[in-house]
């Protein structure tokens, strides 16, 4: 199997996976994120398909899933949000991540061996937007496995007071 035949399957079982943690979640919010993982899952797949057929994949927007994460946890710590509508299978974010990171990973090996300059920076995008991935996978993980990780979850009535939090202890 060539390094496109396997990103694609790559990118079609992450597609996959976050549509079914999209299906999964009654958080409106964290669906959102999930269905942009997917949608990006599918504009990485359309393009190694394209490089596959040597034919130009063209350019590639930036995905806005990071800013979108970033409000939905915002809002999830002002609310003081239990861990309840994000709880779901940590199992299942793990193994996002581990696809993530995988992915990651085979992207950015491929792009150094890569004699095209456009595909090698295209290569390097897709590696990076699978990094943001990643984080936001590692964030939302995090979020959900904070009560048995933490006394004080739950304790701060707004986001400052939980800024606070952190400087008081460094």
Known sequence: MNV???????EEDGKKLYEKLAGGTGHTGLRGI?????ADEQKHHDIFLALKAQTRAGTMEDTPVLEQA????????????DSGPVKGDLEA???A?????????????????EKDTGARDLLLRIAGEEHK???ILHNIYDFA??????LAW?????????????RDVD
């Not at 496109?4 to 790559?10: G, L, R, V």
């Not at 999930?34 to 997917?38: K, M």
Request: net charge negative.
């Open 93 to 95: 974010y793990r193994y």
């Open 133 to 135: 991935h990643f984080k």
């Open 70 to 81: 970033k409000n939905v946890f915002e809002n999830l710590l002002a609310h003081k949000a």
């Open 145 to 150: 496995n904070a009560p048995s990780q933490y």
């Open 4 to 10: 496109f035949d396997f990103a694609i399957k790559m």
């Open 154 to 166: 739950g304790e701060f009535s707004n986001l400052e007071e939980f800024h606070q939090f952190g």
């Open 34 to 38: 999930f269905t942009q993982l997917a």
């Open 97 to 113: 991540m581990k696809l993530e990171a995988d992915s990651f990973r085979l992207y950015e090996d491929a792009a150094g061996k």
